[in-house]
């Protein structure tokens, strides 16, 4: 059995163990902006993510959208959908396997998907401040806009997700993420600051940047998106 198969089985086992009934917690992201004048300009952006406890299992699952209209004219539309499965033995140390599929109508591919294992790690973990690392390896399928063809290769998938909290009421987070393979690498860095209303209202910043390596010649590597958001929230912290 060829290491594809070995990752996708374990994938698919890890997603599908330990989903009984257990603690459910999630959070929930809405943005937008609106200018009307001299420029017509609507963006929305919305994100979810859920995630369910249950004894050494933790299950987390999560979706984004991104949809921008000028003058008429769509100028950004990208979604994402994205789950993680991790089982661990100690306090610190856990074993995971992630899926993530991607679908941008303004670079380069038609969809993005990949699918991990790996080994992580958490470095700081209390009341204040959160500090957790990944690495693991895992494959990408990308479908190519211009030609419709699909390639497939291996890739090293690493993250590190810190969050500290500042005062009782507002608290920082940053979230990078690496998948690389021979062909490109994606990079994307999630930087936020959340200052709560109440007990499950709160109000956001964000800044994120995204890059891919490989693009076609005058397309831009980079993309950067400022979002300020109404944040719900409900049951445990994901």
Not at 84 to 102: N, Q, V
Not at 140 to 154: H, I, P, Y
Not at 182 to 206: I, R, Y
Not at 213 to 224: A, K, Y
């Amino acid at each position: 059995m060829n290491c594809t198969r070995v990752i996708a089985c374990g994938i698919c086992g890890w997603l599908a163990a330990g989903t009984a009934s257990a603690e459910w917690g999630g959070k929930g992201r809405l943005g937008g902006v609106l200018t009307r004048g001299n420029s017509e300009t609507t963006t929305l952006s919305a994100n979810m993510d859920v995630v369910n406890r249950l004894d050494r299992w933790h299950h987390k699952f999560g979706g984004s959208v991104l949809r921008s209209l000028n003058a008429e004219e769509i100028t950004a539309d990208r979604w994402e959908f994205r789950a993680e499965s991790d089982y661990r033995p100690t306090r610190r140390t856990y074993m995971f396997a992630s899926f993530r599929y991607e679908d941008d109508a303004f670079t380069d591919y038609e969809y993005q998907a990949t699918g991990a294992i790996g080994y992580g790690y958490h470095f700081i973990e209390n009341a204040d401040t959160k500090l957790d690392g990944k690495v693991g390896v895992g494959i990408r399928a990308t479908e190519l806009l211009l030609s419709g063809e699909t390639e497939r290769e291996d890739i090293l998938r690493g993250a590190l997700d810190f969050e500290h909290k500042l005062t009782d009421t507002t608290r920082v987070f940053n979230r990078y993420l690496i998948e690389s393979g021979s062909t490109n690498t994606f990079m994307q860095n999630q930087f936020g600051v959340e200052v709560k209303v109440n007990h499950s209202l709160a109000l956001g910043l964000g800044y994120e940047i995204r890059r891919n390596t490989d693009v076609l010649p005058g397309t831009r590597n980079s993309d950067q998106i400022y979002t300020a958001n109404i944040v719900l929230g409900f049951g445990i912290a994901p």
